[in-house]
């Protein structure tokens, strides 16, 4: 039996790949026993699986482990820190989470310190992992330049993600709109966006941008609301659940993404199959997921602006999809 453990998972682009993760593997009927964050019971109470929810805390985790552990032929740790034991059983851990390996300068200092602390218990941890698994050839060579001196013996690239059907969607693309699907991080970016966004608006007078902000993120809501009240075509839609987010990537022009750090980028794939242009980070990133269609320096608020009046103003190139969805990769793996 395999034992899936995503205690550390609870929201964002993790929680999508998590939901798929255990749909494929449930639908291909393979015997998996599910160690769940108990922020995600609504999410996945009513499954019919071999399930656990607990507390994401250290204790707890290494409790369950010393109680369970001789169950299970070989452990997935879908949420990048390795079992806080060593087991006798091939350990994979899928690193997904870039800020383990770098944190944002212009982090506060309070966040650097969390993830400071973060970085120091997975390095603590890592030597009880069998193998490594990544989403990108860069993560992988900043990954094991970090924390295993450039040694990638023990590191695989298998990306995937959940597809999104576009072809039985007839919905009429908005000219000029901009969209940036994202949850809410310092690393976002989302006050350099909208700073930029007004900026490229103040001159062209073109132009609309939709964003998802969660109403719990109220300084990001007021600065926003602020914006709307001045006359700037903003929107806040909140949480899209996935089911909507087919319309929303067909009806707009652009998806936009200044995204700071990230291990994957999922909006990135996802608006390419929508047929949406991306205009992103001039990150390493970016590469990795696509040949996007104009890159911006996500550190600079006029050069995102640029970047919106350059799209507004000028027909940009196509944007072409890079990565790959090797899914049945990863469950072949594990059930060897």
Not at 170 to 186: D, G, K, T
Not at 208 to 231: A, D, E, R, Y
Not at 254 to 270: H, K, R, T
């Amino acid at each position: 039996m395999i034992l899936l453990d995503s205690v550390y998972i609870n929201d964002g682009g993790g929680l999508i790949l998590l939901k798929y993760l255990v749909d494929v593997l449930n639908k291909q009927n393979k015997d998996v026993y599910y160690l769940f964050d108990e922020r995600t019971n609504d999410v996945f109470k009513n499954l019919d699986i071999k399930k656990t929810f607990i507390p994401n805390k250290i204790s707890l985790r290494k409790k369950f482990y010393k109680e369970n552990s001789k169950k299970f032929s070989s452990v997935l740790c879908f949420g990048n820190v390795p079992p806080p034991i060593s087991l006798k059983v091939p350990v994979f851990v899928y690193l997904h989470q870039k800020l383990f390996i770098e944190i944002p300068s212009d982090f506060s200092l309070k966040m650097k310190l969390i993830y400071k602390i973060k970085q120091m218990i997975f390095s603590f941890y890592k030597r009880n992992a069998t193998k490594w698994l990544v989403q990108s050839e860069l993560m992988k060579q900043q990954f094991t330049n970090k924390y295993f001196f450039g040694n990638m013996s023990h590191v695989k690239v298998i990306p995937f993600y959940p597809p999104l059907n576009f072809s039985n969607s007839n919905i009429e693309r908005i000219e000029n709109s901009f969209l940036y699907v994202s949850n809410v991080a310092p690393h976002k970016n989302h006050e350099s966006l909208i700073a930029a966004f007004c900026n490229a608006y103040d001159q062209i007078k073109k132009g609309s941008l939709v964003i998802t902000v969660p109403s719990s993120n109220i300084s990001l809501c007021q600065l926003i609301s602020g914006k709307q009240k001045l006359g700037y075509p903003i929107e806040n839609i909140g949480f899209v659940n996935r089911e909507n987010l087919i319309e929303l990537y067909l009806s707009h022009e652009y998806l936009i993404f200044p995204s700071l750090a990230e291990s994957f980028g999922l909006g990135l794939a996802e608006a390419i199959d929508g047929g949406c242009k991306v205009i992103a980070a001039d990150l390493p990133y970016t590469y990795q997921v696509c040949n996007p269609s104009l890159t911006f320096n996500p550190y600079s608020i006029d050069s995102i602006e640029s970047a919106i009046i350059k799209s507004v103003t000028q027909e940009l190139p196509e944007s072409n999809k890079i990565i790959t969805n090797d899914i049945n990769q990863l469950i072949l793996l594990l059930s060897e």
